[in-house]
Nanobody, 117 residues
Framework: VQLQASGGGLVQAGASLRLSCAAS????????WSWYRQAPGKQRELVAL???????DYAASVKGRFTISRDNAKNTMWLQMNSLKPEDTAVYYC????????????WGRGTLVTVSS
């Protein structure tokens, strides 16, 4: 199983980026897909998640600016990030978790997002 995150880069404040996470090795249609991020010197934090049924949830700091989505047929998830702020600078990781037996979880390698002021 591999999770490949991409789409990060260096942008100015106010710009937009779209991150992608492509999964391979098995189907994850019944699982929760999430984006986490970790800024330098800080703990990894949940940014957004989308359930198998399409229910979404966001960290308060990104609500209204970020949109998470998924396509089960493509085994892919996206994070549309608008109105980026310098405090959004972090390595962004995709994460898949199954909450029922047999449980498992997988992390992607991460993609760096840098927002300059």
């Amino acid at each position: 199983v591999q999770l490949q995150a991409s789409g990060g880069g260096l942008v100015q404040a106010g710009a937009s980026l779209r991150l992608s996470c492509a999964a391979s090795g098995r189907a994850f249609s019944g699982d929760v897909w999430s984006w986490y991020r970790q800024a330098p010197g800080k703990q990894r934090e949940l940014v957004a998640l989308v359930s198998s049924g399409g229910t979404t949830d966001y960290a308060a700091s990104v609500k209204g600016r970020f949109t998470i989505s998924r396509d089960n047929a493509k085994n892919t998830m996206w994070l549309q990030m608008n109105s980026l702020k310098p405090e959004d600078t972090a390595v962004y990781y995709c994460y898949i978790r199954r909450n029922y037996l047999p449980r498992y979880d997988y992390w992607g390698r991460g993609t760096l997002v840098t927002v300059s002021s």
